[in-house]
């Protein structure tokens, strides 16, 4: 399994954008796609503009195809895309699952 963990610093005033852009993309991507295995979005309430996305695929190519998909390229890569100052990608390995 792979595990992708995104901190994502928003333009200023970008919060609501960014929220309404990833809710029109899980039902579009995560939730179609066969490898994705969890799509999770979270903010902070004390930190505005920044959000922290936690996703789970079952491979490398499943993210492969993640990131190719129509919706990723249209949603993710081009409209949220807009809104970001900067982000770090970062790769786990799962250690321990309940």
């Known amino acids: ?4 963990v995104f901190p994502i610093k928003l333009k200023d005033g ?5 929220e309404e852009i990833v ?5 579009e991507g995560p ?9 999770r ?17 079952a491979d490398k190519a499943a993210y492969d195809v993640h990131t ?5 390229q ?4 081009g409209r949220f895309g807009e809104l970001i100052v900067e982000f770090v990608e ?5 250690l321990v699952a309940l």
């Open 1 to 4: 399994m792979l595990a992708k």
């Open 14 to 18: 970008m919060q609501e954008r960014a």
């Open 23 to 27: 809710r029109e993309f899980a039902p």
């Open 31 to 39: 939730a179609v796609e066969d490898g994705t295995l969890s799509f």
């Open 41 to 57: 979005v979270y903010r902070d309430p004390a930190k505005p503009d920044y959000l922290l996305f936690v996703e789970h695929f």
């Open 68 to 72: 190719g998909s129509a919706a990723y």
């Open 74 to 77: 249209e949603l993710i890569a």
């Open 90 to 94: 970062i790769d786990h390995e799962l």
